[in-house]
């Protein structure tokens, strides 16, 4: 079966500070793997990764992809509080687009 | 991306009715799946919705109690049928387009069964 781990579960830092968020998995036939930020209802997909070692990056924010330690890392510098939310992890395997998300990190981040 | 609504945003509803969520797409899409969110958890595949054909469920779901219909590339139905207050959950359709091989959200549907 299937299965992705975050960690932290919950986080909180105060505005300014760095945050890492981890991701790991376990998938039969890799595709790729999703980042999303989810505020209230509906994910909001941040990043895709397919390819080890290539960061992708988007203002404050970062991602990359180990494949061999088949983990992924997103970091967020210089936080400010609209990046509190739950981010998801997501891996995409086999056919069909299927997704598998991890639990989440709850990220609070105080003035 | 792509521009996905779904209807309604939010309903309560008594135990043993059942209530039909829409998903609309503003582009033709090949994927189209339903997912649902438990308070606290974190989202599950329901099904992919098939245009044209019987949606493919994922282990722990059955068409009689989640009826999925899609008859075209545009729109898909939930429904949750016979709800109890176990059912109450956000329930998100999401499409994949293979133009940018991403899975991308509808704004969710936020059910409350007393």
């Known amino acids: 079966e299937d299965k992705v781990v975050q960690s932290p579960l919950s986080l909180v830092v105060h505005e300014g500070d760095t945050v890492t968020l981890n991701c790991s998995y376990e998938?039969?036939?890799?595709?790729?793997l999703l980042w999303y930020k989810q505020e209230k209802k509906a994910p909001t997909f941040l990043f895709m990764l397919?390819?080890?070692?290539i960061e992708k990056k988007s203002g404050r924010l970062s991602s990359i992809l180990d494949k061999k330690e088949l983990s992924s890392i997103l970091n967020i510098t210089a936080t400010q509080t609209g990046d509190s939310a739950i981010y998801l992890c997501?891996?995409?395997?086999?056919?069909?687009?299927?997704?598998?998300f991890g639990k989440g990190t709850l990220l609070t981040v105080n003035p | 991306s792509a521009v996905i609504s779904q209807k309604p945003s939010r309903d309560i509803c008594q135990r043993g009715t059942s209530l039909t969520i829409q998903c609309q797409v503003d582009?033709?899409?090949?994927?189209m799946f339903w997912y649902r969110q438990q308070p606290g958890q974190s989202l599950t595949l329901i099904a992919t919705?098939?245009?044209?054909?019987?949606?493919?469920?994922e282990s722990g779901f059955v068409i009689d109690k989640f009826p999925i219909s899609r008859p075209n590339l545009t729109f898909s139905t939930l429904t949750v049928s016979n709800m109890s207050p176990e059912d109450s959950s956000i329930y998100l359709c999401?499409?994949?387009?293979?133009?940018?091989?991403?899975?991308?959200f509808g704004p969710g549907t936020r059910l409350t069964v007393l």
């Open positions: 999401s499409v994949g387009l293979v133009s940018t091989d991403t899975q991308y």
């Open positions: 998938v039969t036939n890799f595709r790729s």
């Open positions: 397919t390819s080890s070692g």
């Open positions: 997501a891996v995409e395997g086999g056919s069909n687009y299927k997704l598998t």
């Open positions: 582009s033709q899409v090949t994927m």
């Open positions: 919705a098939n245009q044209g054909s019987e949606a493919t469920y």
